[in-house]
């Protein structure tokens, strides 16, 4: 063996004609360190995408969860036969309640539902919870709950007075149409200290507390 | 060595982006999707607009076949179905009308072989009182069921499914398609189908179905039964029970586009007062 590689004759020496097989050691080195170099840049691209991927799906199973939210909300609204009506606790209003045609269970009936913001085990947040109930036949109402971690639920209404949003149980009479606004936290916050710097969407929706334009007249 | 490297990372390549595309083409169908829901309702407003507002030659010349047209990008289908061809249970304790309609409806309840106890049972739902009629079932007999008697009239078809005697599916969905708790409760015949006039021939005999199936023929033939036919007072009560002109239409709108459909029922009452408006519940 000489110096100038593991496999090449050595100088000097009569070549057979036969070309030379295998690498020598600087090229093995060379695609080695290469490919070392290629997978490391290639995983870390991997790992990216793998966040991205992992990050729209989340981002997309929240927004599915909030347009059914708003589509099940308005679609109760819009077969409404009464207007809506506010719910308080602890001197806010905390839900709202709506009567219409709807669907209980397999049954298209004229049901009475409530969506209510109900502090959860650790009372720093709310779920929002739907019951429903059957209108006058005493069926037993169901309760699902349709998000957890919501933080501030507000509803609100248009002042002119005060040129601006006020919350409602500061206005004696219902208005017409009502601001719902909340935080909807990414995650849920380790302790009660966490939550205002926890990452949160801000969701608004409106209800209008006029029965459906139709019904009305 | 490289090749087989090589292979490897555009396959990675290749099945990564076609993932990404995936995602990609899903949330655009998500957007796309509540846009057109969005659009959809200003559009449905418009045709409740319509509804709320339109005259009998207009609903006479729409119901006469299903309409289908196109509304910017949106293939629109109107259909309207006269409600007083079905049953009206909502009435089975009206005072002008519930003798007849409980003779009809129970006749319908035979046919389709329901328990005998069946129509008693819904006649104890829909009273005041809880006190029970022979087979019938009040307050007392739906404990522990999270059930009541409502003690007034149906409200929809489906709540008849919590009554006793009602409780069997397949048979139940037979019987839908020819009730109903919206309108007058009288039937017009014009509109009236086969199964309904079966019902009266098991009321009345086979002799008034066949007048009833003549005046079915010919509309605009006044609404006249022969006096041989029934006594007086059963041909009064059968005369209270048909109707010259429809009332009350169920009105289907489907709004139709690319990837999305959406199907809403209303009920339209029709006011025949010059400048009223009619009455339009949406109910699905």
């Known amino acids: 063996m000489n110096r100038a590689g593991l496999f090449r004759p050595a100088a000097g020496r009569r070549s057979t004609g036969v070309a030379p097989a295998g690498f020598t050691l600087i090229e093995l080195i060379l695609s080695v360190s290469l490919m070392a170099l290629l997978s490391a840049l290639l995983a870390g691209l991997f790992a990216n995408c793998r966040k991205t991927s992992a990050a729209a799906d989340t981002a997309a199973a929240r927004l599915r969860t909030e347009a059914l939210l708003r589509e ?8 409404s036969y009464s207007s809506v009506n506010f719910e308080s606790a602890d001197e806010r209003v905390r839900g709202f309640a709506i009567k219409s045609y709807g669907s209980f269970g397999p049954h298209r009936l004229k049901i009475y539902s409530r969506y209510l913001f109900q502090p959860d085990e650790t009372a720093a947040l709310y779920q929002l919870v739907r019951h429903v109930v059957p209108e006058g036949i005493g069926v037993r109402e169901t309760k699902d709950i ?50 205002p710097a926890s990452p949160f969407d801000e969701i608004v929706f409106f209800l209008s507390n006029e029965t459906a334009s139709a019904s009305r007249l | 060595m490289a090749l087989p490297f090589a292979l490897v990372v555009t396959l990675a390549m290749v099945i990564l982006a076609s993932d990404m595309g995936i995602r990609t083409q899903h949330l655009f169908d998500l957007s796309r999707k509540s846009l057109r829901l969005a659009e959809s309702r200003s559009l449905q407003r418009k045709m409740e607009r319509i509804l709320i507002a339109i005259n009998r030659p207009g609903i006479e010349s729409l119901s006469a076949s299903e309409r289908a047209f196109r509304i910017d990008q949106f293939d629109v289908a109107i259909s309207f179905e006269v409600m007083e061809s079905r049953i009206n249970i909502s009435r089975l304790n009206d005072l002008t009308l519930g003798p007849q309609i409980q003779g009809l409806f129970g006749a319908l309840l035979k046919r389709e072989r329901l328990e005998a106890r069946a129509l008693p049972c819904a006649m104890d739902w829909v009273d005041a009182d ?12 739906y404990i522990g069921e999270d059930v009541a008697p409502r003690n007034g009239p149906f409200e929809m078809v489906d709540e008849l499914s919590f009554v006793r005697g009602f409780r069997d599916v397949s048979a139940f969905d037979r019987l839908r398609p020819i009730l109903t708790t919206f309108g007058s409760g009288r039937i017009y015949l014009p509109a009236a189908p086969d199964e309904l006039l079966d019902l009266f021939e098991d009321v009345y005999g086979p002799a008034v179905r066949n007048n009833l199936d003549d005046i079915r023929r010919n509309p605009a033939r006044t609404i006249q039964l022969p006096a041989a036919v029934l006594a007086p007072q059963a041909q009064q009560f059968l005369q209270a029970m048909l109707l010259s002109a429809p009332t009350t239409w169920l009105v289907r709108i489907r709004l139709s586009a690319p990837t ?17 408006y009619n009455r339009l519940v949406r109910i699905a």
């Open chain 1, 72 to 79: 099940s909300i308005q679609s109760e609204v819009d077969l």
């Open chain 1, 146 to 195: 349709l998000m957890d971690n919501i933080g501030d639920p507000v509803f609100e209404a248009y002042s002119e007075a005060a040129a601006g949003f006020v919350p409602l149980e500061t206005l004696p009479v219902p208005p017409d149409m009502v601001r719902v606004r909340f935080r909807w936290y990414r995650n849920r916050p380790l302790s009660a200290g966490d939550i």
């Open chain 2, 130 to 141: 809880d006190e029970p009629r022979q087979s019938g079932a009040e307050k007392n007999d």
């Open chain 2, 260 to 276: 999305f459909e959406i199907q809403s029922e209303y009920v339209l009452t029709l006011t025949d007062e010059a400048g009223g």
